[in-house]
């Protein structure tokens, strides 16, 4: 049971360019999440998804674009990266229910240049 | 503004003595509150939550955490700390504006250091 998957584990992107941050869940879950987690700043939701076809923004999502194509997968696009979105980056899933806890991937650790 | 604060960046403990990392919390209405723990280069894992019901809440690796309502607190507790739990600890607070899913509000971490 690998839970939730992230790849790739690591990146180095030069300022501008593109990319996209993958992650799946095998558990059925409706919701899934996007973070970002910087030194001394907890994390701090950048997009969210409650279900198939449906994305909204969370805390930080400027410079940030999302996907959610169907239940398992929920991808992260950065069109042009900027030094400030250097960070490592997490995907969490959790099931339908406000007292559901949260399931971590672990990580896509992003530099860029 | 809804919060969490973890007030110590780090917490020093000898192995086999007791442990608490704090955590207060600010939100409208009644809170469900979340305990993380994050190994290195390891996304956060489930500890502990506590929707409702009795103040003391066991979780996994005999951890357990006690909300106190007045002081707006849910303090983690073990009884016997082992080198293996030094980690990144975070406190998390359903956002109670958060509607049909769960947006949770991290604090910013403690650090636990075991020591042998």
């Known amino acids: 049971n690998a839970g939730v998957t992230q790849t790739p584990k690591f990146q180095v992107l030069k300022t501008g360019q593109s990319m996209t941050l993958q992650c799946a869940q095998d558990?059925?879950?409706?919701?899934m999440y996007w973070y970002r987690q910087d030194p001394g700043m907890g994390l701090r939701l950048i997009h969210y998804s409650v279900g198939e076809g449906t994305t909204a923004k969370g805390e930080v999502p400027d410079g940030y674009n999302v996907s959610r194509l169907n239940k398992r997968e929920f991808s992260l696009r950065l069109e042009s990266a900027a030094p400030s979105q250097t960070s490592v980056y997490f995907c969490a899933s959790n099931l339908v229910g406000s007292n559901q806890p949260q399931h971590f991937g672990d990580g896509t650790r992003l530099s860029i240049l | 503004a809804q919060s969490v604060a973890q007030p110590e960046d780090q917490v020093n403990v000898a192995e086999g003595n007791p442990l608490t990392v704090k955590c207060t919390y600010s939100?409208?209405?009644?809170?469900?509150l979340f305990w993380y723990v994050q190994y290195p280069n390891r996304g956060l894992q489930f500890l502990l939550k506590?929707?409702?019901?009795?103040?003391l809440v066991k979780g996994s690796y005999g951890f357990e955490a006690e909300f106190n309502k007045s002081q707006t607190s849910f303090h983690l507790k073990k009884p016997s700390a082992l080198v293996s739990d030094s980690a990144l600890y975070f406190c998390a607070v359903r956002d109670t504006f958060s509607g049909g899913y769960n947006k949770l509000i991290f604090g910013a971490g403690t650090r636990l250091a075991v020591h042998p």
């Open positions: 558990m059925n879950h409706e919701y």
């Open positions: 506590y929707i409702t019901g009795d103040n």
């Open positions: 939100v409208s209405g009644n809170p469900y």
